[in-house]
């Protein structure tokens, strides 16, 4: 799939602020699957901006408005084309427990720092394993939204896996932080993806459409029979699938702490109302849902 992708924020503030610096990780990712073509922000007030990767690889952008200013407006263009994943390899447990599985894996395999001592959490994760770790990556997409309803609103940023288990409902996020506790606690490496979703009916549609920035996981796969390399592989529990061409990764992390779309701060007592806005296109409309 061929997508232009126009992710447009803006803030305007009760009065005028200063010092306002922010981090930005709103560029498409260049991956096995998936191609950046061009890539094009721009902010008002004119401020320059710099990039640099973080510590897992994701591409952050920066910059800083010193002068007094009453707004902000982050206006991001790219163009991206995705190929849908190779078939991951169905490998015995075994797998996981190789030295070459465990030095691939990292810090993805350590339990969240905030995972909840919770008898819900301690019957889904009974519940979640399954005959390989491809099944229970497959089985974990379908459990949690089996469980738990999609539902905006119920819980914010800021919320835990417990808001999750008591609330009955989330979002992507929750859904993905959830994930990665479930396959971590079964030994499968698992990190946090941010980044765009195309949407459209499978019936029909247009090949324009409004979205949100999207969370799913990847997992990594031991090798084919166990013994090759370890395979990431993304799966979508919001949308019960393994992700594929529709899916547009930005980077990824161990929690969303690590890829929030966008973090800053500015100096001044102004509140700020914000409008964010994501437009993706297909620019193959020949092999759209509704050709």
């Known amino acids: 799939?061929?997508?232009?992708?126009?992710?447009?924020?803006?803030?305007?503030?009760?009065h005028?602020?200063?010092?306002?610096?922010?981090a930005l990780r709103v560029r498409p990712a260049t991956t096995s699957n998936q191609r950046l073509d061009d890539f094009q922000v721009r902010v008002d007030p004119e401020s320059r901006i710099g990039r640099h990767e973080d510590y897992f690889g994701t591409d952050v952008l920066e910059?800083?408005?010193?002068?007094?200013?009453?707004?902000?407006?982050?206006?991001?263009?790219?163009?991206?084309?995705?190929?849908?994943?190779?078939?991951?390899?169905?490998?015995?447990?075994?797998?996981t427990t190789s030295a070459a599985y465990e030095q691939a894996a990292g810090e993805f395999l350590l339990p969240a720092p905030d995972e909840p001592d919770h008898p819900m959490l301690e019957e889904l994760v009974t519940l979640a394993r399954a005959n390989s770790p491809l099944k229970t990556l497959r089985w974990v997409s379908e459990l949690i939204p089996d469980r738990f309803r999609y539902e905006a609103g119920v819980t914010y940023v800021g919320?835990?896996?417990?808001?999750?288990?008591?609330?009955?409902?989330?979002v992507c996020q929750d859904f993905a932080h959830l994930a990665l506790i479930l396959l971590r606690r079964h030994g499968i490496a698992a990190r946090y993806v941010s980044g765009y979703l195309w949407a459209a009916p499978q019936d029909g549609g247009s090949d324009s459409m409004e979205v949100e920035t999207h969370a799913w996981i990847e997992a990594l796969m031991p090798g084919a029979g166990g013994r090759?390399?370890?395979?990431?592989?993304?799966?979508?529990?919001?949308?019960?699938?393994?992700?594929g061409e529709s899916h547009v990764k930005?980077?990824?992390?161990r929690f969303y702490q690590d890829v929030p779309p966008i973090r800053g701060v500015y100096q001044g007592a102004a509140g700020a109302q914000l409008h964010a806005n994501v437009q993706m296109t297909r620019l193959d409309p020949q092999a759209s849902a509704r050709a």
């Open 250 to 253: 930005i980077g990824h992390g």
């Open 63 to 95: 910059f800083g408005v010193s002068r007094p200013h009453d707004h902000l407006t982050i206006d991001v263009r790219a163009r991206v084309v995705t190929g849908e994943p190779v078939e991951p390899p169905d490998a015995p447990w075994e797998g």
């Open 228 to 243: 090759g390399e370890p395979v990431w592989v993304g799966a979508d529990p919001t949308n019960r699938r393994l992700a």
């Open 1 to 14: 799939m061929h997508f232009a992708i126009r992710y447009l924020t803006e803030y305007r503030y009760d």
């Open 159 to 170: 919320s835990t896996v417990t808001d999750l288990l008591e609330g009955g409902a989330g």
């Open 16 to 22: 005028d602020v200063t010092d306002n610096l922010n």
